[in-house]
């Protein structure tokens, strides 16, 4: 790689995702801007504004822009490795625009669509019934056209394709990622290795990093922003001080007998049950 790693570079996601080796990234994780278009959508959705880009921009325009990252991606990570990709469902004039429709046009093999339910949302409009939910697409890079991969562990796959939690508030920033996002998903992609590199082409506030560094691993940021990309530098240097975070998520991937275990003891191993004690304990 002719970037070093452990950085967060200012400049365009594609630009600098060009200057990267391929197959050289264990994981990705980002939320690129939504193109949620600024105008008569509210005053909160107003005031989510970036330092640097407009998010008004021709949808056909947005969609290609996003196919090139994603695929420049596709390009960097490591055969075998993943993206989670954060989006949302949006509508313009009644028309709704769903990620799948340009996602399905990317090299990525979609492995999971995880529904996260941040509880709350900026559009407080009756023309449908309050959106609270983003998603989350697991997208994956197959070996040898094997698009399933490999399994995850209990412990991980058991908390679920509905992740509930808030946004984060405490942050300048004004659309970043709760810590707990990205630790869930590094940790449950690359464990307790402590080795690999994770890279976010869109990293904000920079808790994309910040997560990889508390749980041991190299990183890699992107942003345009010269602001955003100093506080990102200020909070992973401080990153001691976020550590509670990372280790009660840790504490939520446990399982007491695994998949295999149930099988063999023929115990039910998916639908919920009152008694059913580990599932009610990980909601
Ligand atoms: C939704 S925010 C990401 C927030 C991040 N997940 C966090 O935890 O803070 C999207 C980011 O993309 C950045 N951005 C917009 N256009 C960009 C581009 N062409 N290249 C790189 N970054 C860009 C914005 O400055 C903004 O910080």
Known sequence: ??????????????????????????????????????????????????????????????????????????????????????????????????????????????????????????????????????????????????????????????????????PERKNGHPAPFPLVLPTRIIYSILGDTKAGIVIDPYVGSGTTCLAAKLLGFDYLGIDISSEYVKDAEKKIKNSEKYKGVVEEEKGLHYVEKTFQERKKNRENTGKFRENNETQVKLL
């Open 1 to 166: 790689m002719k970037i070093k790693k452990n950085k967060i570079i200012c400049g365009d996601a594609i630009d600098i995702l060009k200057q990267i080796e391929d197959n050289s990234i264990d994981l990705g994780i980002t939320s690129p801007p939504y193109n949620k278009g600024e105008k008569n959508k509210g005053w909160l959705v107003k005031n989510v504004k970036y330092q640097n880009n407009s998010d008004a921009i021709n949808e056909n325009v947005y969609q290609d822009q996003q196919i090139k990252v994603l695929n420049e991606m596709y390009r960097v990570i490591k055969p075998g490795g993943s993206f989670f990709y954060n989006h949302k469902i949006r509508w313009d004039k009644g028309r709704m625009y769903h990620p799948i429709e340009w996602l399905n046009k990317t090299k990525w093999a979609v492995r999971q669509e995880i529904i996260w339910d941040r509880m709350i949302a900026a559009n407080i409009r009756g023309w449908r019934y309050w959106q609270v939910d983003e998603r989350i697409y697991w997208l994956y890079k197959p070996i040898d056209n094997n698009l399933i991969g490999k399994e995850l562990e209990s412990k991980h796959a058991l908390l679920t394709s509905i992740w509930r939690f808030p």
